[in-house]
């Protein structure tokens, strides 16, 4: 037994060893001075002056952005741009040089422009001073801004001067108020008013004239479809809304008896009050289920009704803005719905009374414990389950609106997630390939990497060093920003080819309305290792599989008669029997059997997932991988925009998998939401330095021009050059253990 044992250690003992952090290189966060003998630095894609160039505006089809004067645009992007209520114009100006040389050109303001004072028309000064100041230092890098100055969470406490009634004192969230009360509108529309018509100090003019600002949020997280609008509000609202329903209900049918006649069976609803012109809305739970008849007219009414009142007031909004003098494009809100089946569309459709559309998705670690909303602990549980397996989980699976630019304005593998390495190579790759226009990452918290108070939660005294709460919510740790670089210049110059669309969607307003179910969704209850292709009509109530996403561009017209168009090839594309899927363009092939995604085109190539198959042995067009590692994020890309064949500079970037150092889990069985699943506990959260676990990485390149390879640090500056070896198959190099960045020239 001891020999069989000696003999499993021997075989496998290298790729276990590469897949410890702890037993792995430590990542040391260094000053940064930010000088040209950088060999790794991005700064150079963005424009000398965000906005030189002019306003960010929509390409000829309406589906992209152009500048005015610069071409086409995309923006690889981050949250964060809040941190200039903390910090002073030096740190800004750093956090802006450093967030460059990744790759990132925008960045977006999560804010709260709200009144902090019994007027509720006063707009909140310090907030418009951190907007005011984060504008024109990024700007500075190359960076533009997106400004989303309102969530009704942020609200902490609604004085009762504000004259809002029932909605008063400090346990009380606005959700939905907006969209049916006219003096929170007024007030709303004035905070727009001063935050982009006043004369920003620190440049001189008004954001509304500035064109570094490149998207005008209206506000965060917010709808009609979603359950806050019959959970969260007050009794005023409810009356609200059934007094303008029943006037919406007079306005299409001109009288009672007639809307009852349409009804039929659904006619009366028991809070119906016609003497008080009020008429009962159903909870939004119903809109959820499938209807039987009984119900089914009378609700299709009341979403007609919420679509009308959503896209209204959106339609108001932007007019607003327009009327100000803002030459922004603009977005209406980024959220999702009770039911994304049945309603997401309803959803979309008022979205699209603005340029661009965007919506907030993560990727869960399905985290539990008493503070999972921001951040995690000892004694806490989580699954960490990578998406190479779940490839219908993918944030950027969305059904693009014809017509629109989309982004993502929200987005992450938040911690205590273990498979981040893979999170930023999916996303640059398939936002490429849907024709996604801009990501944010959420969100950093630091102006690099975060150390101290900005990485634990070292305030509660029940915790020590070594054991202290980590933030949930925070980008700024080497797994996600050490692979910022390729990813950042793969997306941002095209490497990855925009496919074409293989899904044309034409949805009626009427089947929106009585929430028919759409040729395809983007809930995530279709499980691919579980539901063969006609069970996914079961399982998702859609004729169409949810991998369509990861072939190619799918897109939905709203308000159309026309006939739906699905690509002849999808069928091929999507192999049941292989548990694989090919995009249309044949550069991306991901095996969510294997767990394993490889990227083959001619200027970026590389892979990423579990790699203990196929002998750690992978082949592109120009390279060939041998790697010891289980789990690891392994990308080449063309430093020139040269195809790789014929490049003078290629970074080769590796992305393992990190922990703190100290950290310790066992694996653990624990309730997430209603069901008993497998885990992990968390039995110490651990301490800086982070520990990558060891790259074990051999690659050979073919191409002649390629002679030399340099070891670059954590900054990107040289540490070294490498050994490499000039075969029949190209040039070869093994890397180092601690390989972040290896530059080929």
């Known amino acids: 037994m001891k020999s069989l044992l000696l003999f499993i250690a021997l075989l496998y003992g290298s ?159 606005p959700w939905g108020l907006l969209y049916f009360n006219d003096r929170f509108q007024e007030a709303y529309k004035s905070w727009l008013t001063d935050l982009y018509t006043l004369p920003n100090p620190y440049t001189g003019i008004p954001l509304k004239d500035d064109p570094a600002v490149g998207l005008i949020q209206m506000l965060n997280e917010d709808g009609v479809f979603f359950w806050t609008i019959s959970s969260a509000i007050q009794p005023s609202l409810r009356s609200t809304i059934e007094s303008q329903f029943y006037d919406w209900v007079l306005e299409k049918y001109a009288t009672l008896e007639a809307a009852h006649t349409a009804w039929q069976a659904s006619a009366r609803h028991e809070d119906d009050a016609p003497g008080e012109k009020r008429l009962g809305i159903y909870p939004i739970y119903e809109a959820t289920l499938d209807q039987s008849d009984a119900n089914q007219r009378r609700l299709a009414d009341q979403m007609a009704f919420f679509t009308d009142i959503q896209r209204g007031f959106y339609q108001e909004v932007h007019d607003h803005l327009r009327s100000i003098g803002c030459q922004q494009l603009i977005n209406c809100t980024n959220w999702k719905t009770a039911n994304n089946t049945k309603l997401l569309d309803l959803e979309r459709h008022t979205n699209a009374a603005a340029e661009v559309m965007a919506v907030n998705r993560y990727f869960s670690a399905g985290h539990e414990g008493p503070y999972k909303g921001w951040r995690y602990q000892a004694g806490d549980y989580y699954q960490g389950e990578s998406v190479m397996h779940q490839p219908h989980k993918l944030p950027v699976n969305v059904k693009q609106v014809e017509g629109h630019p989309f982004t993502m304005t929200e987005s992450s593998w938040p911690l205590p ?77 095209g490497y990855v080819q925009e496919a074409p669309v293989v899904i044309r969607e034409h949805r009626a307003l009427q089947d929106m309305h009585q929430r028919k179910a759409p040729l395809l969704t983007e809930e995530s209850g279709f499980d691919p290792n579980r539901d063969l292709r006609d069970q996914a009509v079961v399982s998702q ?171 670059l640090d954590e900054n990107g500056y040289a540490v070294r050059e490498l050994v490499t070896r000039r075969l029949s198959e190209g040039l070869q190099v093994t890397l180092p253990e601690n390989a972040l960045y290896v530059v080929l020239q």
């Open 417 to 493: 997630h273990r498979y981040i390495a893979e999170s930023v190579f999916l996303t640059s790759a398939y936002a490429s390939l849907s024709g996604f226009d801009t990501y944010y990452w959420f969100s950093p918290r630091s102006a690099t990497y975060s150390e101290g108070n900005e990485l634990f939660f070292t305030f509660d005294e029940q915790f020590e060093e070594g054991n202290f709460p980590v933030f949930k919510f925070n980008i700024s740790t080497p797994a996600y920003l050490a692979p910022f670089p390729a990813n950042a210049l793969l997306y941002r110059k």
């Open 541 to 711: 109530g859609t004729p169409v599989n949810p991998l369509a996403y990861l072939t190619g561009k799918v897109r939905v017209s709203y308000d159309s008669d026309q006939n739906d168009y699905i690509a002849p090839k999808l069928e091929e594309w999507i192999d049941y029997k292989a548990q694989s899927v090919t995009s249309a363009t044949g550069e991306l092939i991901w095996n969510y059997g294997k767990g394993q995604c490889r990227l083959d085109a001619p200027a970026a190539q590389g892979l990423a997932g579990f790699l203990n198959a196929d002998n750690g042995t992978f082949r592109t067009q120009d390279l060939v991988i041998q790697s010891g590692n289980d789990y690891a994020t392994i990308l080449t890309v063309s430093m020139d925009e040269r195809p790789l064949a014929s490049t003078q500079q290629a970074l080769v970037q590796v992305n393992t998998l990190y922990e703190l150092t100290g950290f310790e889990e066992r694996r653990a069985t624990y309730k997430l939401g209603k069901k008993e699943v497998e885990g992990y506990e968390i039995l110490k959260t651990g301490r800086l330095p982070w520990k990558a676990a060891a790259t074990r990485v051999t690659l050979t390149i073919n191409n002649p021009y390629l002679s030399t390879a340099i070891l």
């Open 15 to 173: 790729s276990l060893i590469a897949q410890s952090p702890q037993e792995g290189w430590a990542f040391q966060i260094k000053p940064d001075p930010f000088d040209t003998t950088a060999l790794l630095d991005l700064r150079y894609l963005n424009e000398e002056v965000a906005g030189e160039n002019g306003f960010v505006q929509l390409s000829a089809d309406g589906e992209s952005f152009v500048t005015e004067r610069g071409g086409p645009i995309r923006f690889w992007a981050t949250g964060g741009g809040n941190k200039a209520r903390r910090m002073n114009a030096l740190e800004l100006a750093h956090h802006a040089r450093f967030l460059a040389k990744k790759g990132v050109n925008m960045i977006r303001f999560h804010g709260e422009i709200h009144s902090l004072t019994d007027d509720i028309f006063e707009t909140n000064k310090d907030e418009l001073d951190a907007i005011w100041k984060m504008v024109a230092i990024f700007k500075q890098e190359g960076i533009y801004s997106t400004i989303s100055p309102f969530w009704p969470y942020f609200i902490d406490t609604i004085p009762p001067s504000w004259g809002l009634g029932d909605y008063s004192g400090s346990k009380i969230k």
